[in-house]
Nanobody
Framework: QVQLVESGGGLVQPGGSLRLSCAAS????????MGWYRQAPGKQRELVAV???????SYADFVKGRFAISRDNAKNTVYLQMSSLKPEDTAVYYC??????????WGWGQGTQVTVSS
């Protein structure tokens, strides 16, 4: 059974930074393309960033240049470094596979709340 545990969220002022972590267990995520997603109140979950098992990272336009996704396969962990945060970045952040088939199989973790407010 795969478990994904997100952490590192919190309350931060506009312009601030946070680093999110996603620790996986039950499978070696090194062979999978992984992504960070977010869901704001009243909105659908959206893809924020992707890190493939091999290759180049990619980002949604609304975070490009501000967020950076990385992974430590030895720790079975994916990270999201967030900088220049804006109030519109407020959401619950989740990590998961980029594959919809695997998302259904793995399910979602509890996510980590990021609130950007002065």
């Amino acid at each position: 059974q795969v478990q994904l545990v997100e952490s590192g969220g919190g309350l931060v002022q506009p312009g601030g930074s946070l680093r999110l972590s996603c620790a996986a267990s039950g499978t070696a995520i090194s062979i999978y393309d992984m992504g960070w997603y977010r869901q704001a109140p009243g909105k659908q979950r959206e893809l924020v960033a992707v890190i493939p098992s091999v290759g180049t990272t990619s980002y949604a336009d609304f975070v490009k240049g501000r967020f950076a996704i990385s992974r430590d396969n030895a720790k079975n962990t994916v990270y999201l470094q967030m900088s220049s945060l804006k109030p519109e970045d407020t959401a619950v952040y989740y990590c998961n596979s980029q594959s919809s088939r695997l998302i259904v199989r793995w399910g979602w973790g509890q996510g980590t709340q990021v609130t950007v407010s002065s």
